[in-house]
């Protein structure tokens, strides 16, 4: 079956622009999460959605971020007013539960470059 | 808070070495403990995993152990291939509130000569 996917691979931006970046999680997978890999940083967590939940956004790192799941499936990470810092690998991952036992399968990743 | 970390890199090889990679983590209560592997232009993927103290993954010939009295979790594999080239990733899942999210080490880069 379809693995999760993302949309765009690559994305290259100005600063000041906001940009929208896509996940389609596994079909009848319920939890979704959204890290950050960059060079500085590593890889970092930075929203979870599971279900009808309340999302946990405990690891975005500024207000300009923001993420919404419509109907429990697709994705959408925002993130306004771009800046320099923001380049990096934004990935996408999915797993049967929320729990700490699942295996998540991540996504190809969108590379970001704010120019 | 929870951290993990890494021993650092590059690591180079030839082929049939044996390979560890040292992982040690800081948490509360009883995490799962995961490694994962990026190969050259792929996503990230689930190599290994351990939820509880004692439990050995394995996967393609690597293993790893959960040891709580010294929280590691060491990648370990007596065969390197060519194809083993990637960079490893020792990730934890915390108890209690986590809700699954990973915190990882900073990876590790596995060169594999032949």
């Known amino acids: 079956g379809a693995g999760v996917s993302q949309s765009p691979s690559n994305k290259v ?3 000041g622009k906001d940009v929208e970046l896509r996940c389609d999680p596994i079909s009848g997978h319920t939890a979704l999460y959204w890290y950050r890999q960059s060079l500085g940083q590593g890889l970092e967590f930075l929203i979870y959605f599971q279900g009808n939940s309340a999302p946990d956004k405990s690891g975005l790192p500024s207000d300009r971020f923001s993420a919404e799941r419509t109907g429990g499936s697709v994705s959408t990470l925002t993130i ?3 800046q320099q ?7 996408c991952a999915s797993s049967l539960g929320a729990n700490d036992f699942n295996e998540q399968f991540f996504g190809p990743g969108t590379r970001l470059t704010v120019l | 808070g929870n951290s993990v970390t890494q021993m650092e890199g590059p690591v180079t090889l030839s082929e049939e070495a044996f390979l560890t990679i040292n992982c040690t983590y800081t948490a509360t209560g009883y995490p799962s403990l995961f490694w994962y592997v990026q190969y050259p232009g792929e996503g990230l993927q689930l ?7 004692d439990d050995k993954g394995s996967n393609k010939g690597f293993e790893a152990t959960y040891r709580k009295e010294t929280t590691s979790f060491h990648l370990e594999k007596g065969s390197v291939q060519v194809s083993d080239s990637a960079v490893y990733f020792c990730a934890l899942s915390g108890g209690g509130t986590s809700y699954g999210k990973l915190t990882f080490g900073q990876g590790t880069i596995l060169t594999v000569h032949p």
């Open chain 2, 47 to 53: 190599l290994l995993k351990a939820t509880k103290a």
């Open chain 1, 85 to 91: 810092e923001d380049s990096a690998v934004y990935l």
């Open chain 1, 13 to 15: 931006t100005e600063k």
């Open chain 1, 80 to 82: 306004q007013r771009t």
